[in-house]
């Protein structure tokens, strides 16, 4: 089983604001708490959600939102080495491409994100699932 999942905005706000996407993050975010897994993200990403939980419910709801994520969730970030790396990659999607290539920097196991282009530009040293994609394999894992 990964033990290091890097954790992308859509990820989060699927969580923190409860849209289609809910259940499945719950249970990955289940898992790290279980201590079966590590979960990590970054600066930018932890800007977006809070951002958007900030428009949704109010700044101090959204800050205790985003304290209670950092019990069970890594922050890493993109050096200046590695922001080149990405620039510099075939990645259309500058966001993506720094988050992808920070994960990548940090020797992550498994990218979680529901974004099909960035599923097609994954390289395989670090592949990129769908949250339910994940939870699939995890559970096809323990049958064997």
């Not at 954790?7 to 699927?14: G, I, K, S, T």
């Amino acid at each position: 089983m990964a033990s290091k999942l890097f954790l992308d905005a859509n990820f989060l706000l699927d969580l923190t604001l409860q849209r289609s996407g809910y259940s499945d993050a719950r249970d990955i975010v289940k898992l790290a708490v279980a201590g079966d897994i590590e979960l990590c993200t970054t600066p930018a990403v932890i800007h977006i959600t809070a951002y958007w939980l900030a428009k949704t419910y109010t700044n101090k709801k959204a800050k205790t939102i985003i304290m209670t994520l950092m019990n069970d969730l890594l922050v890493i970030d993109c050096d200046h080495e590695t922001a080149l790396l990405a620039l510099n990659s075939t990645m259309d999607d500058i966001e993506d491409a720094l988050q992808y290539y920070t994960a990548l920097t940090h020797e992550v196991d498994i990218f979680i994100s529901s974004d099909k282009l960035l599923k097609k530009s994954a390289i395989p040293r670090l592949p990129v699932l769908t949250p339910s994609e994940f939870l699939k394999d995890i559970r096809n894992q323990g049958k064997n």
